[in-house]
């Protein structure tokens, strides 16, 4: 390169030139940002479980509860029945794993069947918390054992009639009601369904600290 070709290329022109030069840089880099934007946003969705993209459309998988557990329920008079399961979770991309869960069955009474729909209104109103399934099935139902609050697992208190949350206190009645405590809503409800012979269950995650219910996942 010869003296006057250096003397060239380390000159920076005139302002005009320079502010030419700085707009025609920041639009590339402004349209190299558009585009990597477009790429990464279908990438990054490609990585996100197919149950957190389209809860609402992705359904669940129904499982067989245990038939002693389910004779147990079916036979308790004021106490719920702790019921574990175990299920095939699988999520858009990723290997299907086992996984256990636990969950709290009730069974109602004639006259609390009846007043169920006024103990939870939040599971019943046409806004917020209403489930798009039976709550109550051939009068049992079965309660996420996950408190609304923070996620904790909550246990039945045979003498104080409650469930109770050990994480924050938050207490529930035997219909799921929300009594005291820092919980936002009542006691979730899970599809319950029977099928040749065999009562089934669909695991649904709820997000907590909402008054209404939002879908996490599906099992």
Not at 76 to 92: C, G, L, R, W
Not at 168 to 183: K, V
Request: hydrophobic residues 35%; neutral net charge.
């Amino acid at each position: 390169m010869g003296a006057h070709e250096a003397q060239a290329y380390q000159n920076p022109g005139t302002p005009e030139e320079q502010t030419r030069r700085k707009f025609l840089a920041n639009a590339t880099l402004a349209l190299g940002g558009v585009i990597g934007l477009v790429v990464a946003v279908p990438c990054a969705a490609s990585l996100i479980p197919e149950s957190l993209i389209k809860p609402d459309t992705g359904g669940g998988t129904w499982t067989p509860l245990p038939d002693a557990d389910m004779k147990s329920l079916a036979a308790t008079t004021d106490n719920p029945v702790k019921i574990s399961f175990s299920f095939k979770y699988q999520d858009a991309y990723l290997p299907s794993s086992d996984d256990t869960q636990f969950i709290w069955g009730v069974k109602l009474t004639p006259d609390q069947v009846a007043s169920f729909q006024t103990k939870r209104p939040d599971i019943f109103a046409k806004a917020g918390g209403k489930v798009d399934y039976p709550a109550v099935t051939m009068s049992f139902v079965l309660f996420s054992s996950v408190c609304p609050h923070l996620g904790c697992r909550f246990n039945w208190d045979a003498d104080a009639k409650k469930f109770i949350c050990p994480c924050h206190n938050s207490q529930f009645g035997i219909q799921g009601e929300h009594l005291t405590g820092p919980a936002p809503r009542g006691l979730d409800p899970l599809p319950l369904r029977e099928k040749n012979g065999k009562a089934e269950i669909t695991w649904i995650q709820y997000k907590s600290q909402e008054p209404g219910r939002i879908i996490v996942a599906y099992s």
